[in-house]
């Protein structure tokens, strides 16, 4: 018996390499030498200073309405975790917390609060988690992006999806000026997110409006090292 | 150049009349009995997005000083990938295979169709949530699903307008951006049995999120297009706004995406350019708010089967066109469609194409090897700013050029059409402008014969037979006296050298229109 799918595979592969006017076996052979010839001249900017790369990160938070905090150091991240837990709760008319993935370090964590763990719960129990705590891989001051992989700290992709709000601690040493420095820093293998705002829509009207699907509040905890 | 047929792809979700006739409808003031909305609106409201996108893209183009480079840098990655398709896409086939995918391949859209189709019968899902794909819309997944009892529900909020409205998208980045919020909001209300629902788009937005968080948190099975392929990790990219994408590919157990051959990229790397210039291009935004790329199936992180259908439906054969095989760098952005003065004006309905704009009418009857939507190469008046903007230097005006000589070159082919009018007045003028001779006795035989038609105005203002439909809303000037040729003979012919008058004979200019 012939498998239909091995046919169409191949028909579609004869059909690409009779309009290229090649030999289907050629296909298989190594890759293209000519890839590393392909121009890549927009690679010539040179990185931001630091200050001027800050700055505009942080232009980029605020234009996407997204909140940003700064501290001086890593043993700061414990307080103002808890600060951004008191203010939230207050303004909130439902309790408030943050649910974590495992690798989060337990020192960013104030005592005086409870952090779930987020990793074992079930969807509906994660849809009822009012916000998620993050670390990422690499921050974007170009875009204003944050990107996160596959990592203990960073969690499964669901985490900062279905919680309406995201607070996500960025190092000044993550946060490159461009999206090709980004790509130079990131594992190819992993599951990659990249995050640029709340979830966002200007589909009626054009008129952009902040948090459809995705958390409708995102924040930046952005600290120096 | 002669290209196979290819059974099945034809897509009976959409007409295909042609463009004169479809735009004409388009734009009449009052509705075709099958649109929900009033046309007037429609034109507005396309007038008024277009606008405002096209704003927002200059301003975020024009900031980025490697702006140029990154474009060179795209066109040359996906023509580069075209030259060697069959080389990644093999590629990427046993990456994302050693990574839990499963790879299907689809010649037509009829073998796609059934691929889904046999992928969820295992499931037996009753809905399947979708992300906003163009190939679905090619294939007219979303009535095939509906034959056999499956409800699609577009999770996208212009698709889900769309859908509600019964209506059809007009433009492949906005599908429902012909659509107002009053019209919106009328839909929803009814839709969501929410009567107190308002027209601000921020109460829309939340009507659409409660009613879709469900949906999402319960529906085992999601249907989604890619934005790009990588060969290198097996990987696929999916770029988007709302966060109903990401929903789609993590919540669901399994994932089916239908992906055009010509989607793939050769390495992970290469989105640092694409990851450029797409939102820049597509919506005006720096980046869009999400992009999720990944392989296959990774342990405990997204659905547990992750099916990758590559649809070919009339793309390998667009290949073997050097001139036209650069339609298939296209990345989808719509730029071009928000810069097209014709689209600006007719929307995107009237392409009746599920590829409108520009890039529609270069791709669409390509796809259908130019035995459908012929009329489309000539919707465009050539001025070439879609070539400007496009982020992957597709040069549209020379593809539509292109593509208009094999129109024409098919209707030779055939008995009445090269026996039609258009095609013998087209001849008779290139038989008598192929000769230095021919053209002046035709010149002078018309100025003998003109003299009955023209008027005393000086113009022609009735002509017999077929050439009635130029006059008919027109005058023709008459043939002057002398023509710029025997004027040009008189006064420089190779004994007088020097410049004739300062006035160039004022009875053969033909500037002096009495309208």
């Known amino acids: 018996m012939t498998n239909p799918q091995s046919n169409s595979r191949q028909l579609i592969l004869d059909r690409i390499a009779a309009a290229l006017g090649r030999d289907t076996a050629a296909a298989a052979s190594a890759a293209p030498a000519d890839y590393a010839a392909l121009p890549r001249d927009y690679q010539t900017a040179t990185p931001a200073q630091p200050a001027q790369r800050i700055q505009k990160f942080l232009d980029r938070l605020h234009e996407y309405n997204a909140e940003c905090m700064r501290v001086g150091s890593e043993s700061e991240i414990a307080p103002a975790i808890a600060a951004t837990l008191t203010t939230r709760s207050q303004s909130s008319p439902t309790p408030?917390?943050?649910?974590?993935?495992?690798?989060?370090?337990?020192?960013?964590?104030?005592?005086?609060?409870?952090?779930?763990?987020?990793?074992?719960?079930?969807?509906?129990?994660?849809n009822r988690q009012p916000g998620i705590l993050t670390a990422c891989s690499v921050a974007i001051?170009?875009?204003?992006?944050?990107?996160?992989?596959?990592?203990?700290?960073?969690?499964?992709?669901?985490?900062?999806?279905v919680p309406d709000f995201h607070l996500c601690v960025v190092f000044e040493s993550q946060l490159v000026s461009a999206v090709p420095e980004a790509f130079a820093r990131l594992n190819p293998d992993l599951p990659t997110t990249f995050i640029s705002g709340p979830s966002a829509t200007a589909d009626i009207e054009m008129t952009r409006i902040k948090g459809v699907h995705g958390p409708r509040s995102l924040h930046v905890l952005l600290v120096a090292d | 150049m002669k290209r196979e047929t290819q059974p099945g792809q034809q897509n009976q979700h959409w007409n295909r009349r042609d463009f004169p006739e479809a735009a004409r409808q388009a734009l009449a003031a009052q509705p075709a009995a099958d649109s929900p909305f009033e046309h007037s609106q429609?034109?507005?409201?396309?007038?008024?997005?277009?606008?405002?996108?096209?704003?927002?893209r200059n301003a975020v183009t024009a900031e980025l000083h490697e702006w140029q480079a990154l474009r060179r840098a795209g066109a040359a990655i996906r023509a580069h990938t075209l030259e060697h398709l069959d080389h990644y896409l093999l590629e990427f086939e046993a990456n994302y295979?050693?990574?839990?995918g499963r790879v299907h391949w689809a010649s037509d859209a009829a073998e796609a169709r059934r691929l889904v189709l046999e992928i969820l019968a295992p499931h037996a899902p009753r809905e399947v949530i979708k992300v906003k794909t163009m190939t679905s819309e090619e294939i007219g997944l979303n009535a095939c699903l509906e034959d056999h009892g499956i409800r699609p529900i577009e999770t996208d909020l212009a698709e889900l307008i769309v859908q509600l409205g019964h209506d059809r998208p007009s433009h492949f980045v906005a599908p429902a951006l012909h659509i107002s919020r009053g019209q919106v909001r009328d839909l929803f209300a009814r839709a969501m049995r929410q009567p107190n629902l308002t027209d601000s788009p921020d109460d829309l937005v939340a009507a659409a999120r409660g009613y879709l968080r469900q949906k999402f948190l319960t529906t085992p099975v999601a249907i989604s297009g890619a934005n790009f392929l990588l060969?290198?990790?097996g990987g696929v990219c999916i770029v988007e706004s709302e966060g109903n994408g990401r929903m789609c590919l993590t919540l669901p157990d399994v994932l089916i995406s239908i992906v055009g051959i010509e989607k793939v990229l050769p390495r992970f790397q290469d989105l640092e350019v694409f990851l450029q210039t797409l939102p820049r291009s597509a919506t005006g935004e720096r980046m869009n708010p999400y992009n999720s790329i990944w392989s296959g199936t990774p342990t405990g992180d997204g659905p547990r089967e992750f099916h990758v259908i590559l649809l070919d439906n009339g793309r390998s054969p667009i290949l073997a066109d050097e001139e036209s095989r650069q339609t298939l760098r296209c990345i989808r952005c719509a730029a071009c469609l928000n810069a097209c003065p014709v689209y600006h004006q007719t929307g995107g309905h009237a392409y009746e194409s599920v590829y409108a704009g520009p890039i529609g009418a270069i791709l669409t009857p390509q796809l259908h090897s130019m035995h459908a939507a012929q009329s489309l190469p000539y919707a465009s008046s050539l001025c070439g700013a879609c070539y400007e903007v496009c982020p992957v230097e597709i040069n549209i005006p020379e593809v539509l050029i292109h593509l208009r000589s094999q129109v024409v070159q098919q209707q030779q082919s055939t008995l009445t059409g090269s026996l039609g009018l258009w095609n013998l007045a087209m001849?008779?003028?290139?038989?008598?402008?192929?000769?230095?001779?021919?053209?002046?006795?035709?010149?002078h035989l018309a100025q003998r014969l003109q003299s009955a038609l023209v008027s005393r105005n000086g113009f022609i203002e009735w002509l017999p037979g077929p050439l009635s439909?130029?006059?008919?809303?027109?005058?023709?000037?008459a043939l002057p006296a002398e023509s710029f040729r025997d004027w040009w003979q008189r006064t420089r012919s190779a004994n007088s050298p020097s410049s004739p008058g300062a006035h160039p004979n004022p009875e053969s200019s033909t500037e002096q229109r009495h309208d």
């Open chain 2, 427 to 443: 001849q008779s003028a290139a038989f008598l402008m192929r000769d230095s001779h021919r053209l002046p006795a035709a010149v």
């Open chain 1, 141 to 161: 001051a170009e875009t204003g992006s944050l990107v996160l992989q596959s990592a203990p700290s960073q969690g499964l992709r669901r985490l900062t999806l």
């Open chain 2, 97 to 100: 295979t050693r990574r839990g």
């Open chain 2, 42 to 56: 429609t034109r507005r409201n396309v007038r008024h997005a277009t606008d405002v996108i096209q704003a927002k």
């Open chain 2, 469 to 477: 439909g130029w006059t008919k809303t027109r005058d023709l000037p």
């Open chain 2, 231 to 233: 060969a290198d990790t």
């Open chain 1, 96 to 126: 408030f917390w943050l649910a974590v993935p495992s690798g989060i370090p337990p020192h960013w964590l104030p005592a005086s609060f409870d952090f779930p763990l987020a990793d074992p719960l079930t969807l509906d129990e994660l």
